[in-house]
Nanobody
Framework: QVKLVESGGGLVQPGGFLRLSCAVS????????MGWYRQAPGNQRELVAT???????NYADSVKGRFTISRDYAKNTVYLQMNSLKPEDTAVYYC?????????????WGQGTQVTVSS
């Protein structure tokens, strides 16, 4: 059974940094694209950053130049380095992975990790 486990959220002051991690566990699957999304109270879930199987990245305009997505293929893990954090970055951050197993493609989500940017 495939499972995504996130870590690294917390409380940080404006201008600070955090690194989120998301590890994919299980067996018998392949991972395609991975990404991070976030949802603030009262808002819809929105894309933060994605990274393809080949390493091509894409970012929301609001985080370009501040956030960096990367992945460790050997560890089946995706990271989100968040620098120069702003109060408006406060949200629950969700990891996403496109998984191929037994010939079928399925989208998996992590449980979410809270990021709060506040003084």
């Amino acid at each position: 059974q495939v499972k995504l486990v996130e870590s690294g959220g917390g409380l940080v002051q404006p201008g600070g940094f955090l690194r989120l991690s998301c590890a994919v566990s299980g067996s018998g699957f392949g991972i395609n694209g991975m990404g991070w999304y976030r949802q603030a109270p009262g808002n819809q879930r929105e894309l933060v950053a994605t990274i393809t199987r080949g390493g091509t990245t894409n970012y929301a305009d609001s985080v370009k130049g501040r956030f960096t997505i990367s992945r460790d293929y050997a560890k089946n893990t995706v990271y989100l380095q968040m620098n120069s954090l702003k109060p408006e970055d406060t949200a629950v951050y969700y990891c996403n992975a496109g998984i191929t197993a037994s010939g079928a493609g399925i989208n998996y989500w992590g449980q979410g990790t809270q990021v709060t940017v506040s003084s």
